[in-house]
T-cell receptor, first 110, second 115 residues
Framework: GENVEQHPSTLSVQEGDSAVIKCTYS??????FPWYKQELGKGPQLIID?????GEKKDQRIAVTLNKTAKHFSLHITETQPEDSAVYFC?????????FGAGTRLTVKP | SAVISQKPSRDICQRGTSLTIQCQVD?????MFWYRQQPGQSLTLIAT?????????ESGFVIDKFPISRPNLTFSTLTVSNMSPEDSSIYLC????????????FGPGTRLTVL
């Protein structure tokens, strides 16, 4: 089955800096790669996703890149703000069989 | 995106009892999923719930322990049976629709503590 690895497990940045979270997956059949943000006491919120026919996608300060050959994808957050502090999960999916990474706790220091 | 609500939001239960968690979606979804999330950990899929058929359980999860109902396209329940302290966790439901092509939207979760 699919195995998703996520790094780093914790990340601390200064407000205004960029943050990068990386994930690798094992199943070459995976074709959908979402990123979720989870704040304390809340459910995961979909923030951006990318499909296997696209290499990069951007939405304001958030971007995701996908390298299908190397089976890895990354989340980039620019101009970080304290409200970006949360746990971020990557996931890889093949026809609704979705597997999650272990999560990255991002702390943005004001 | 679909809006998903769960009841209860949290509960404290005695070992040996059972708790049923409800998941309501504000629109029809073809597939619903139940996850477990231990504090500080990632999400582990318990089962996939489809209307009109039995739920499909992941390895390590069985129907006798986690019976699931899916009576229609907007509602599902998960029961945690004969609870023990090891069942203390956050339980999350999510839904997806074919038209949204694999996008899963999550409820706020149910925080369960078993004493």
């Amino acid at each position: 089955g699919e195995n998703v690895e996520q790094h780093p497990s914790t990340l601390s940045v200064q407000e205004g800096d960029s943050a990068v979270i990386k994930c690798t997956y094992s199943d070459s059949a995976s074709n959908y790669f979402p990123w979720y943000k989870q704040e304390l006491g809340k459910g995961p919120q979909l923030i951006i996703d990318i499909r296997s026919n696209v290499g990069e996608k951007k939405d304001q300060r958030i971007a995701v890149t996908l390298n299908k050959t190397a089976k890895h994808f990354s989340l980039h957050i620019t101009e970080t703000q304290p409200e970006d502090s949360a746990v971020y999960f990557c996931a890889a999916s093949n026809n609704n069989d979705m597997r999650f990474g272990a999560g990255t706790r991002l702390t943005v220091k004001p | 995106s679909a809006v998903i609500s769960q009841k209860p939001s949290r509960d404290i239960c005695q070992r040996g009892t059972s708790l049923t968690i409800q998941c309501q979606v504000d629109s029809q979804v073809t597939m619903m999923f139940w996850y477990r999330q231990q504090p500080g950990q990632s999400l582990t899929l318990i089962a996939t719930a489809n209307q009109g058929s039995e739920a499909t359980y992941e390895s390590g999860f069985v129907i006798d322990k986690f019976p699931i109902s899916r009576p229609n396209l907007t509602f599902s329940t998960l029961t945690v049976s004969n609870m023990s302290p090891e069942d203390s966790s956050i339980y999350l439901c999510s839904g997806t629709d074919r038209s949204s092509y694999n996008e899963q939207f999550f409820g706020p979760g149910t925080r369960l503590t078993v004493l």
